[in-house]
T-cell receptor, first 116, second 114 residues
Framework: DAGVTQSPTHLIKTRGQQVTLRCSPK?????VSWYQQALGQGPQFIFQ???????QRGNFPDRFSGHQFPNYSSELNVNALLLGDSALYLC???????????????FGPGTRLTVT | KNQVEQSPQSLIILEGKNCTLQ??????????LRWYKQDTGRGPVSLTI?????NTKSNGRYTATLDADTKQSSLHITASQLSDSASYIC?????????????FGGGTRVLVKP
């Protein structure tokens, strides 16, 4: 049973470019959340996708957008890259169940994005 | 604003010694609190999960405590090993109508020296 997978592992882009990161959730999971983690900081919530819709969003500009496909995999797109977008981007998957008290998220290994 | 604050930011301990990490939160309404271990450049891995009714939870040499009244949690590492060198992140789940939301602390970076 594969866990959460992300691609690519590393990526180098220049300012102003656009980037797409990909995530495949753990088998059986239907919800994908994306996080940005700057060096030495805790992860910051970007947004969450469920049933191919953005369900929640953190304090990130519209340059950050996403998509979820029918097979539950997800993409994170960042337009007009800034130097400050350099970070580890983490994807986490979970199963949305009504009434569930324990909300288990499994994280992928992350994609290291460097903007020069 | 819901927040999760961790202390210390970093610490160095000798192999075999114990240490305790702290987490204070203001998240409400609260669903559960978990501690993650994150190796450098890797995704976080869950160590313990506690609901508001649980006071303590152990996972091997890791023991987490929770005081929901004071909104404080701690993670105790016993007989530290070199492989314990990592960041430890406290995460609090907030109950929201649109789906639970996780709020992360900034982490405590632990370095275990031989």
């Amino acid at each position: 049973d594969a866990g959460v997978t992300q691609s690519p592992t590393h990526l180098i882009k220049t300012r102003g470019q656009q980037v797409t990161l990909r995530c495949s959730p753990k088998s059986g999971h239907d919800t994908v959340s994306w996080y940005q983690q700057a060096l030495g900081q805790g992860p910051q919530f970007i947004f969450q996708y469920y049933e191919e819709e953005e369900r929640q969003r953190g304090n990130f500009p519209d340059r950050f957008s996403g998509h979820q496909f029918p097979n539950y995999s997800s993409e994170l797109n960042v337009n007009a890259l800034l130097l400050g977008d350099s970070a580890l981007y983490l994807c986490a998957s979970s199963l949305s169940r009504t009434g569930a008290r324990i909300y288990e998220q499994y994280f992928g290994p992350g994609t290291r994005l460097t903007v020069t | 604003k819901n927040q999760v604050e961790q202390s210390p930011q970093s610490l160095i301990i000798l192999e075999g010694k114990n240490c305790t990490l702290q987490c204070n939160y203001t998240v409400s309404p609260f669903s559960n609190l978990r501690w993650y271990k994150q190796d450098t450049g890797r995704g976080p891995v869950s160590l313990t999960i506690m609901t508001f009714s649980e006071n303590t939870k152990s996972n091997g040499r890791y023991t987490a405590t929770l005081d929901a009244d004071t909104k404080q949690s701690s993670l105790h590492i016993t007989a530290s090993q070199l492989s314990d060198s990592a960041s430890y992140i406290c995460v609090v789940t907030e109950i929201k109508a649109a789906g639970n939301k996780l709020t992360f602390g900034g982490g405590t970076r632990v370095l275990v020296k031989p």
